[in-house]
């Protein structure tokens, strides 16, 4: 228990430690916004008290901006569910942590937001799904109702049973039927044949992949931005435009030596900062 102590209050002094790193360096930038998105309220002319109420609303403004900010809601409430696991004596809630892996690599975020961003195609599709597990269930409910175990007896549970086993069983709905009920070897059922294999082809088979085609086609355009932004940072001079070979090629220095001499990016921006 000591040491579980320990690593809580790592937890709680390393979270605030960041929110509290990020706060010094991004503060003073939404602070700048702020006021120039408020320069004219500010420099209107007023007494003194009204003179501290506008700085105190343009400080407010600041600060808002700044607690909704994704990374500082995330990190202050890595530390609040750390001080809760730890104080509170709950663990459980350490479990939280664990998704700063998606923080420190990109690759975990693009995974998630593969997901996110084809979101209206990805619900469309679930609608089209549900709609054809809806139409079985009615077949279901007309033809098949005795086979599913009284769970079939009106459309409310026709439907959650069918939709259910479809993606459950091993085979779909179909093959949940046939581990539950008895065939007769004597008598083949072509409308449960036909019944069974349009399930398990349309809802198991197609409307799955369509769903996993539409996440991966997503992920795979995002790996490529990013490997495509990440060679056009190494490959290419940001000043000039030349490429590594071509410098290379027509040069006798290294593409290294280049970007670090002949074009440093940071002395264009000093030099872009002193005019100014």
Same mark, same amino acid.
């Given at each position: ?5 320990i ?5 709680i002094v390393c ?6 790193f990020f ?6 930038l939404?602070?700048r ?15 003194c ?6 700085y105190?609303?343009? !400080?407010?403004?600041?600060i808002?901006?700044?607690l ?14 750390a ?23 990109p690759t975990l ?5 593969s997901?996110w ?5 990805l619900?469309l ?11 079985f ?11 599913y175990?009284?769970?079939c007896?009106? !459309? ?6 069918t939709f259910d086993r ?8 179909g093959?949940?039927i046939?581990d539950?009920?008895?065939q007769d070897?004597?008598n083949y059922?072509?409308g449960r044949f036909a019944?069974?294999n349009?399930n ?7 409307? !799955? ?9 997503t992920f795979?355009? !995002? ?6 932004k ?5 490959e ?10 071509y ?5 006798d220095?290294?593409?290294?030596q280049?970007i ?5 990016l940071?002395n264009?921006l000093?030099?872009?900062f002193?005019i100014e």
């Open positions: 228990m000591q040491v579980f102590f690593c809580g209050i790592i937890m979270s605030t430690f960041v929110v509290l706060l010094l360096k991004k503060g003073p939404y602070l916004e702020a006021w120039r998105e408020n320069k004219e309220f500010i420099e209107k002319k007023a007494g008290l009204f003179q501290l109420i506008k105190g609303i343009v !400080m407010l403004k600041c808002l901006r700044v909704m900010n994704v990374q500082v809601i995330y990190y202050l409430g890595y530390g609040v569910l001080f809760i696991a730890t104080l509170v004596k709950l663990p459980f809630f350490f479990c939280f942590h664990l998704t700063e892996f998606l923080i420190r690599y975020r693009n995974i998630l937001r997901a961003v084809p979101k209206t195609q619900a599709t679930l609608m089209l799904v549900f709609l054809i597990a809806y139409f269930a009615i077949v279901a409910y007309v033809f098949f109702g005795d086979l175990d009284g769970r007896e009106n !459309m409310y549970y026709c439907f959650f049973e479809t993606f459950k069983a091993n085979g779909g709905v093959g949940w046939i539950n009920v008895d070897p004597k059922d072509f019944f069974d349009t398990n082809i349309l809802l198991v088979m197609i409307a !799955m992949q369509i769903l996993a085609g539409i996440i991966i086609d795979g355009e !995002m790996r490529d931005s990013e490997h495509e990440l060679t056009d940072i190494r290419i001079c940001f000043i000039c435009g030349f490429s590594r070979e410098i290379e090629k027509n040069s220095q290294e593409f290294s280049h670090r001499g002949d074009h440093y940071w264009y000093y030099y872009l002193y």
